[in-house]
């Protein structure tokens, strides 16, 4: 693409696939606007500002997708945009006007910043697994052609309907304005993000991968037909797809498929300091993994780079570095740092997998997102 080098915009650059993408994107050369909601939160800005490349080529831009025309400023005079920004509020007692319509509204807002600046060559949009297959009858197989369906998600409301809704919503939005308003739009469906992370805090996709390592049981239903893809793969197909001037419409990002009792298993062998179940109370042993085709991405040239074992190993890594688990079962360690998810932190405090410790922690991440499902940026 002409100027590929930038001027791009990553929005939610301080979340997990964001603040990875943007330091992608600083390895290729590219010069960034990363927006956020508060850029002196140092907690959220300082992982970005120390990637190598940063101080030369990475701005940080105050922009909030409640707000109009937030983004004006930032988009203006760049040459893409990453949409990886989206709400997020599962305890919200409102999920219509606090969540699903706030998420609509937000990439519409995005996509008439794009309009006004009549620089942007493309826009790349961070879509979801959620968008795709949340039907009332499971298929073996889903394509791009899929889309999940928002009547049975807001009749049933299950785990992380609220996002399914929202996303999917969003996302037909998203087409409707390009179509109309001629921008050239992607969007990339990832299924469940694993690997390392430069936040400081937990990402939510991580919470659901290793809940087998940390009992959060409340996961273990998200899990139960998984599929996987690695973290940077995720954001080299962003680029990826960037650059790529044959590049159009939905891509799915997927590289691993898995049922819960698949997961169970290879987890128990690879990493055997850790208690891992192997049975699960209202989940069929015999259950056949759900298959996510990224024969389009692949088709165009894109090569997934990841194992099952490097996505699980790196980001194992990552957790235990940042002292969110512990290393083997039954260990006693210290949160030296405020671990916050979005509810109540803990500080300072001991945590024991074997004792009341873990099910405090355990109560404490689950109240705040047993209802946080696949692919959560």
């Not at 609220?162 to 001629?182: G, R």
């Not at 049922?259 to 997961?263: A, F, K, S, V």
């Given at each position: 693409m002409e100027n590929a080098k930038g001027p791009v915009v990553v929005t939610g650059a301080s979340g997990y696939v964001g603040s990875w993408l943007v330091m992608k994107l600083l390895q290729y050369g590219y010069t960034i606007r990363a927006t956020v909601r508060d850029p002196r939160d140092l907690r959220k800005t300082k992982p970005l500002l120390d990637i190598p490349g940063a101080d030369e080529r990475l701005t940080i831009w105050k922009a909030d997708l409640s707000e109009d025309a937030s983004f004006d400023e930032a988009i203006n005079g760049c040459t893409g945009v990453y949409h990886v920004a989206t709400p997020m509020d599962f305890d919200s007692k409102d999920p219509e006007n606090e969540v699903i319509q706030p998420t609509i509204n937000g990439v519409l807002g995005i996509m008439k910043s794009c309009k006004k600046a009549g620089t942007v060559k493309r826009v790349i949009f961070t879509s979801s697994a959620g968008t795709v297959n949340v039907q009332e009858n499971q298929m073996p197989e889903y394509d791009e052609s899929s889309w999940s369906d928002v009547d049975f998600c807001r009749r049933v409301k299950m785990t992380g309907?609220?996002?399914?809704?929202?996303?999917?919503?969003?996302?037909?939005?998203?087409?409707?304005?390009?179509?109309?308003?001629?921008?050239?739009l992607i969007s990339i469906i990832p299924t469940l993000v694993v690997g390392p992370f430069i936040t400081s805090t937990m990402p939510p996709s991580m919470l659901t991968a290793l809940s087998l390592i940390t009992g959060n049981e409340a996961h273990y239903s998200i899990l139960k037909q998984i599929q996987l893809v690695h973290l940077d793969d995720v954001c080299k197909a962003h680029i990826f797809l960037f650059e790529n001037p044959e590049a159009s419409g939905r891509y799915i990002c997927s590289s691993y498929d898995a049922?819960?009792?698949?997961?169970a298993r290879k987890i128990k062998d690879r990493y055997p300091q850790y208690a891992i179940p192997q049975k699960f109370e209202g989940i069929d042993d015999q259950i056949k993994p759900v298959h996510f085709s990224s024969k389009k991405l692949m088709d165009l040239g894109f090569k997934y780079q990841y194992t099952f074992e490097e996505m699980f190993d790196e980001g194992i890594r990552s957790c235990i570095e940042k002292k969110l688990i512990p290393h083997q079962t039954q260990e006693r360690y210290y949160v030296h740092d405020e671990l916050d998810l979005g509810?109540?932190?803990?500080?300072?405090?001991?945590?024991?997998?074997?004792?009341?410790?873990?099910?405090?922690?355990?109560?404490?991440?689950?109240?705040?997102?047993?209802?946080?499902?696949?692919?959560?940026q």
């Open positions: 309907w609220m996002y399914f809704v929202s996303k999917t919503l969003a996302e037909k939005a998203a087409w409707e304005f390009a179509k109309e308003n001629d921008i050239q049922t819960i009792y698949d997961l509810c109540s932190k803990m500080t300072n405090d001991k945590l024991d997998l074997g004792g009341s410790k873990l099910n405090s922690m355990d109560e404490m991440v689950r109240g705040h997102n047993e209802r946080v499902s696949v692919a959560l």
